[in-house]
């Protein structure tokens, strides 16, 4: 049906069009020079028939806005309207008089008026610019299925199994003389148990979503001269970073961005660590530990000398439990016959051996399935904190019930939960004039 009535909805678009060129004997010109049929310029439409058009056209927008065109948008002096559930070749140039051009469109323009107009909410509003914004296909797909709504969806069926729990507690309240109790304390738990594992699932999924939308963070690590540069160069196919024979070259660390099949790395190429009174390499070896600290996986260089050596082939920092470990054994080149430890990937990078390897098992530390199977997956540190402070007042709530708290109280920790969980979306009400200064500044101009 809806097919249908978009079809009807664009004939009716062409036939007013159509019409308008019977009203003209002469081509218009646009801003570029080229001739513009009289039939694709809405200078020739009645005020009446374009007042209708756009009446016709507006729950079909994408801001539902009757008043002003707000979906055509001026690129190079002319004004492209786009369907909002039109099918491909569909979109249509016209010209537009001054006195419907309602002045320049601000950061987000059209994308607050949608979320006004309720077409879509907090959470489907910021997957707008992340899209706009995405450098990966990986980080695409994040943003394209937030977009759609099922994440939207998933928040929004927490909220409800909340409510219903904080329903039975109030009417609880309502019988409070006869000491009535309509939510059966053990399934009560058992219930927001569930909830709270859900909350915790979409919390932890941020590690995840967050690597995709800002770019695996790989800390590249070890002694000087074991080749951390000369790899950054290999994968980049470039001479970006200077190589040299001396030991301390790289004083600071130096961020390069990777797309290995659709997933955005950042190298973090760092300072060699070793003992040294030098007070700048000191400095250094400070910032390499920090790079270590915050990246989601660490590769550790050594080379097949060192190796020969008796060097130890297990970094001599603390790692996280969540933090992937790299070994690589490099310059395998100048020894081919030094046996590898097990657990360890012989490279070369000044020749590239080993190299695609390496770039597969990268790749394969990042696992994309759930984001091309439509799962919810946080990436935005604002939804991370609703989660979060959504997860605590649970918690209190658990203690709660466990001590016995008061039904009013325990209905209004529940009611926490839900304003955090809501908080996300904003479908319940709307959000602070801060919160919305805050999303819509992040989108460029007109979108």
Not at 122 to 130: G, I, P
Not at 276 to 285: H, S
Not at 287 to 292: A, D, E, K, P, Y
Request: negative net charge; glycine residues 8%; contains cysteine.
């Amino acid at each position: 049906m809806k097919r249908i009535m978009n079809k009807w909805l664009w004939s009716l678009l062409c036939v007013t069009l159509l019409g308008a060129a019977a009203c003209s004997d002469d081509d218009t010109e646009g801003d570029s020079g080229n001739p513009i049929p009289p039939a694709l310029s809405t200078e020739n439409l009645p005020d009446a028939g374009l007042k209708f058009l756009y009446s016709a056209l507006t729950p079909h927008t994408f801001t539902m806005n009757v008043d002003a065109p707000w979906e055509i948008t001026k690129t190079a002096g002319w004004f492209v309207v786009t369907p909002n559930k039109g099918e491909a070749g569909q979109n249509i140039q016209v010209t537009v008089t001054p006195a419907l051009n309602q002045g320049e469109a601000r950061d987000g323009e059209f994308t607050i008026r949608a979320y006004l107009a309720g077409k879509l909410d907090l959470s489907q509003a910021e997957a707008v610019a992340d899209i706009i914004a995405s450098s990966s296909r990986a980080a695409h797909a994040l943003a394209a299925n937030q977009m759609r709504g099922g994440y939207s969806d998933a928040l929004e069926g927490l909220c409800e199994k909340l409510l219903e729990l904080t329903a039975l507690l109030e009417l609880e309240l309502d019988f409070s003389e006869e000491e009535v109790e309509f939510a059966d304390r053990a399934q009560l738990r058992e219930a927001m148990q569930r909830i709270g594992a859900h909350i915790d699932a979409l919390r932890n999924s941020f590690t995840l979503g967050n690597a995709i939308k800002e770019g695996v963070a790989v800390a590249i690590t070890g002694a000087p001269n074991v080749g951390k540069s000369t790899l950054l160069n290999r994968l980049l196919n470039e001479e970006r970073v200077l190589v040299s024979d001396i030991a301390g070259t790289t004083r600071d660390v130096i961020e390069e961005r990777i797309n290995i099949d659709g997933v955005v790395f950042r190298f973090l190429d760092t300072a060699g660590i070793r003992a040294t009174d030098d007070r700048l390499e000191q400095m250094g070896i400070q910032r390499t530990m920090s790079s270590i600290e915050r990246a989601q996986i660490v590769i550790y260089m050594t080379d097949a000398a060192r190796l020969a050596a008796g060097a130890p082939v297990a970094p001599e920092f603390p790692l996280r439990a969540d933090q992937k470990l790299l070994v690589l054994v490099n310059k395998t080149d100048t020894a081919p016959d030094c046996p590898l430890p097990e657990g360890t990937i012989g490279i070369s990078a000044r020749n590239g051996d080993g190299i695609e390897s390496l770039r597969r098992i990268l790749r394969s530390f990042v696992d994309t399935e759930a984001l091309y199977h439509g799962d919810a997956i946080v990436s935005n540190n604002r939804h991370y904190e609703a989660l979060t402070a959504a997860g605590d007042a649970l918690r209190r709530a658990l203690d709660g019930l466990g001590s016995g708290l008061q039904t009013d109280l325990l209905s209004e920790e529940i009611r926490q939960v839900i304003h955090h969980v809501g908080s996300v979306t904003g479908r319940n009400s709307l959000a602070s004039e801060e919160v919305l200064k805050h999303i819509f500044s992040k989108h460029c101009v007109g979108k």
